[in-house]
């Protein structure tokens, strides 16, 4: 058994590749480079670049599963259809899919890679977690930095924010456990937050008071072109704003199937160093 990692390098593909090191479990991540950290052996591999689906195959036969992380563009599905169809010819048995909450088998972008596996003959799992706390840091921490605010369009909505460690626990059991005990988990983590209680916490934290500022979805979209977010891609992370204020995630919160351990509040706190938001 060997393990190919698509996106190996990312917010839940560097926790995962950990536990298959400690586990001593083959690993193969991929990049568009090929270059990964050390331990880890690393190929070429890009979603929109066909001639690239053969190199994992070809360094290493015995690959059976696969974890997969869609390429970021919102037109994802044909390149995803390709190398899932290329995969299975090479032998590969089970794929576990990086989905999200509010995202149903057959919806758009990842929904639609969700319902393709679904009908194949393969052992799948698609993972559908809520926001990663590692949002914050990343689609936020301009505005902290400079503004001290949190700017978005999610309104009072609340999240029930997720660990990439948590992910990475539940993904790893269902690459390695003789049988996938749930096919289309809804991941949380423990708590309910909205931007405004998120914003007292980083006050907390950082020694300055943080703001949460909501704008309409339009003006959100722009403000994330501006950040260098393709138009189409910006729109569609408005718009998932809006749901989040009409309350989204928290319907899915109490769907969940897995509820995380690990505290945002814990995240925040191990991070408040970060070079990513201080003030300037």
Same mark, same amino acid.
């Given at each position: 058994?060997?393990?190919?990692?698509?996106?190996?390098?990312?917010?839940?593909?560097?926790?995962?590749?950990?536990?298959?090191?400690?586990?001593?479990?083959?690993?193969?991540?991929?990049?568009?480079?090929?270059?990964?950290?050390?331990?880890?052996?690393?190929?070429?591999?890009?979603?929109?670049?066909?001639?690239?689906?053969?190199?994992?195959?070809?360094?290493?036969?015995?690959?059976?599963?696969?974890?997969?992380?869609?390429?970021?563009?919102?037109?994802?599905?044909?390149?995803?259809?390709?190398?899932?169809?290329?995969?299975?010819?090479?032998?590969?048995?089970?794929?576990?899919?990086?989905?999200?909450?509010?995202?149903?088998?057959?919806?758009?972008?990842?929904?639609?890679?969700?319902?393709?596996?679904?009908?194949?003959?393969?052992?799948?799992?698609?993972?559908?977690?809520?926001?990663?706390?590692?949002?914050?840091?990343?689609?936020?921490?301009?505005?902290?930095?400079?503004?001290?605010?949190?700017?978005?369009?999610?309104?009072?909505?609340?999240?029930?924010?997720?660990?990439?460690?948590?992910?990475?626990?539940?993904?790893?059991?269902?690459?390695?456990?003789?049988?996938?005990?749930?096919?289309?988990? %809804?991941?949380? +983590?423990? /708590?309910?937050?909205?931007?405004? $209680?998120?914003?007292? #916490?980083?006050?907390?934290? @950082?020694?300055?008071?943080?703001?949460?500022?909501?704008?309409?979805?339009?003006?959100?979209?722009?403000?994330?072109?501006?950040?260098?977010?393709?138009?189409?891609?910006?729109?569609?992370?408005?718009?998932?704003?809006?749901? %989040?204020?009409? +309350?989204? /995630?928290?319907?899915?919160?109490? $769907?969940?199937?897995? #509820?995380?351990?690990?505290? @945002?509040?814990?995240?925040?706190?191990?991070?408040?160093?970060?070079?990513?938001?201080?003030?300037?």
């Amino acid at each position: 058994m060997t393990v190919l990692l698509i996106g190996a390098t990312g917010k839940s593909g560097t926790p995962l590749a950990q536990r298959f090191l400690k586990a001593n479990i083959p690993v193969i991540l991929t990049t568009r480079s090929g270059k990964v950290p050390a331990p880890f052996k690393g190929v070429r591999f890009d979603w929109l670049d066909a001639s690239t689906y053969e190199i994992p195959f070809a360094a290493d036969p015995s690959i059976d599963r696969i974890y997969l992380i869609a390429p970021p563009v919102l037109d994802m599905f044909p390149s995803m259809k390709a190398f899932i169809d290329f995969a299975i010819q090479k032998g590969v048995k089970r794929f576990v899919l990086m989905s999200a909450a509010m995202i149903d088998a057959g919806d758009p972008i990842m929904g639609k890679a969700h319902e393709y596996l679904r009908s194949r003959e393969v052992e799948y799992c698609a993972l559908r977690p809520t926001w990663f706390f590692d949002n914050i840091l990343i689609h936020y921490s301009d505005t902290i930095r400079t503004q001290d605010e949190i700017v978005n369009a999610a309104g009072s909505g609340r999240i029930g924010w997720i660990s990439t460690e948590d992910i990475a626990d539940v993904a790893f059991k269902a690459l390695t456990d003789q049988v996938i005990e749930h096919t289309n988990p %809804i991941m949380v +983590g423990p /708590e309910l937050f909205t931007y405004a $209680q998120i914003a007292k #916490v980083l006050s907390d934290a @950082l020694g300055r008071k943080i703001t949460h500022r909501n704008v309409t979805a339009d003006e959100f979209k722009n403000i994330m072109v501006r950040r260098g977010m393709p138009e189409d891609y910006a729109a569609f992370m408005s718009n998932a704003d809006v749901l %989040i204020a009409e +309350g989204g /995630e928290e319907r899915a919160f109490k $769907q969940a199937d897995f #509820v995380g351990t690990r505290t @945002l509040r814990d995240f925040i706190e191990s991070h408040k160093d970060a070079e990513e938001w201080k003030s300037v």
